[in-house]
């Protein structure tokens, strides 16, 4: 077996696990025998890493499982002061970086510091010890006071779309995919010179057509659909992540291959592919009509797949607050017994108060909104 893209002979020394979807956005269908490591790392670090970062925010508010890894923090902003906080995986703010003010009092010196956790705190109180020789880094730690706060309004962020190393990316995945499902690589070869960005074609575009398959309000999917007709001469593919970031990517307008038709339908949720029907079915008139008059601003359309996904991945994120809040408190409670206690009326009594001193802030904070 050669890497499709380059042509060398895949070894033992070579051998790379390419994701067909990228990792980074939960991708799990994976292969040995379609590129090289070589080829797998120049892409990974160019057109790869691109697409994987305009996926991210989505990756991160669905709390995608990935093989390595969790999705980056999402940066985002309150509109009201326009500070800057990173949203975790799971919601969670996080300020950007840490503060520290001074203020001057005759002799004294006050600072005032803001740490994400307690090892920067830590870190930068030694570095204050290190300018002043007298200060105690310990009696500071003492002094340290930990507060918990949930916002009282959402953050802002931005998501882009699109963009020409973006759509060599997903040309890549519906090229991987037909090489995946023994394909004739001699039919996707003209396509590697635009892949490795050596040549221009407009071969991908952004695709909203509705009603293309079954879509529950508690899922999350990527699809992959690929599509090849020798007596009509097309091959094309539909790649889609998340239901929201839809593409179609005519692979070859003069197709000798083997007649093939061939879905992946993976559920993020669930973490499980799943079979489901795609209805795109397109002869090479229409195929060639779309890319010719393709629709420039399909901003609406891009907006409903937009808002499902938002919608999911706040219910998925509320869920999983909830969950640890409750945990928290169980372990704050009965937590501190050893095991094997027996479980008395009052150790349930403070188990509940636990649960509400825990739980109400963020109830009183959702009826808030």
């Keep these: 077996m050669n890497c499709y893209v380059c042509d060398i002979e895949i070894t033992a020394d070579n051998e790379t696990d390419e994701h067909i979807l990228i990792n980074a956005a939960g991708g799990r269908l994976k292969s040995k025998e379609l590129i090289c490591s070589k080829c797998n790392s120049d892409f ?157 074609k407009e071969i991908v575009w952004m695709h909203y057509q509705d009603n293309l398959y079954e879509l529950r309000p508690d899922e999350s999917s990527h699809v992959i659909h690929l599509v090849g007709n020798k007596q009509g001469g097309i091959l094309y593919c539909y790649v889609d992540y998340f239901n929201t970031h839809k593409y179609l990517v005519l692979l070859n307008d003069n197709y000798q291959g083997q007649d093939i038709k061939q879905t992946y339908f993976f559920d993020l949720v669930n973490v499980v592919p799943i079979q489901r029907e795609v209805t795109i079915d397109y002869d090479k008139k229409t195929l060639l009509e779309f890319f010719t008059n393709k629709d420039a601003k399909p901003f609406e359309k891009v907006k409903k797949s937009f808002d499902h996904s938002i919608a999911l991945g706040l219910k998925r994120q509320d869920d999983h607050q909830r969950g640890e809040l409750l945990e928290r408190a169980i372990q704050n409670s009965l937590g501190k017994y050893p095991e094997g206690t027996i479980i008395t009326e009052e150790m349930i009594n403070e188990t509940v108060n636990e649960i509400m001193k825990n739980i109400t802030p963020y109830l009183l904070r959702g009826m808030k909104k």
């Design 44 to 200: 990974g670090e160019s057109i790869d890493g691109i697409l994987a970062k305009q996926l991210n925010n989505l990756a991160n508010m669905l709390m995608v499982k990935r093989h390595r890894g969790e999705p980056q923090p999402i940066i985002g902003n309150k509109k009201s002061t326009g500070e800057k906080y990173l949203l975790e995986v799971g919601g969670k703010p996080k300020l950007t970086k840490p503060t520290i003010d001074k203020t001057v009092d005759g002799d004294k010196t006050n600072i005032s510091i803001t740490a994400r956790s307690e090892k920067e705190l830590r870190e930068i109180l030694t570095g204050i010890a290190k300018k002043h020789p007298h200060f105690d880094v310990e009696e500071a730690m003492k002094s340290a006071q930990w507060r918990e706060e949930h916002f009282d309004e959402a953050l802002h962020f931005q998501n882009t779309i699109g963009g020409n190393e973006v759509f060599r990316a997903i040309c890549k995945c519906a090229t991987n995919y037909f090489i995946y499902c023994k394909g004739d690589p001699a039919q996707i070869k003209h396509l590697i010179p635009y892949i490795k960005g050596e040549e221009q």
